[in-house]
């Protein structure tokens, strides 16, 4: 007998030996407890909240999406940062200052349009409009938001060179700034 067929039969010996094994098949009905728990399993599978037969379907719409102006966007920076930095051990009392390059821009989706007429091609695009309850809106694809041109930190802590650089190391990560982009003084 070869090697392979030898361990094959101390397996299935092994297997029969299992006390475990045994008292399953002294279980009457087994093979219905064990069809029906596989039939409950798979109606779990397929009707449970799992997302394995659902396609996404969740598109960019999202008409009930409130979009910030660039000051309220400017006032949330700044309450935040004026919230961590006052956080920092020695800082002290902190004021904060942001500015702003630009304002916020939303990218919406639309039917391009080209026209040749005359040697001349003209592109137009034109917003596609969603209407839900009687009000019409148009399908953003994402909010592009402003871009940070500065940022003002003023601490009473901020004569301590250790407060001033953990200041300074908290907003260019929060930022993604560079030092020539940060100011920090000392307050009252």
């Known amino acids: 007998m070869s090697e392979e067929k030898k361990e094959k039969k101390s397996i299935f010996a092994f297997l029969k030996n299992m006390s475990f094994l045994k008292k399953l098949k002294q279980v009457k009905h087994i093979g219905l407890i064990t069809?029906?728990?596989?039939?409950?399993?798979?109606?779990?599978?397929?009707?449970?909240d799992f997302n394995l037969f659902k396609t996404n379907s969740s598109s960019t719409t999202n008409v009930n999406a409130t979009y910030i102006s660039t000051a309220e966007y400017e006032n949330n920076i700044e309450?935040?940062?004026?919230?961590?930095?006052?956080?920092?051990k020695g800082a002290g009392n902190v004021q904060v200052m942001v500015t702003i390059d630009s304002s916020a821009s939303v990218v919406?989706?639309?039917?391009?349009?080209?026209?040749?007429?005359?040697g001349t091609t003209t592109v137009s695009a034109n917003p596609i409009i969603l209407q839900q309850n009687?009000?019409?809106?148009?399908?953003?694809?994402?909010?592009?938001l402003p871009k940070i041109k500065g940022v003002v930190v003023v601490s009473s802590g901020a004569s301590n060179t250790a407060v001033r650089l953990n200041i300074l190391k908290a907003v260019q990560t929060l930022l993604n700034l560079n030092d020539s982009q940060i100011n920090i003084l000392v307050g009252e």
């Open 134 to 144: 009687g009000q019409n809106y148009p399908i953003v694809i994402s909010e592009v």
């Open 79 to 88: 309450n935040k940062l004026k919230f961590l930095i006052s956080k920092i």
């Open 35 to 48: 069809t029906v728990i596989f039939v409950l399993i798979l109606l779990l599978i397929l009707f449970g």
């Open 108 to 118: 919406l989706a639309s039917n391009d349009e080209t026209k040749t007429s005359n």
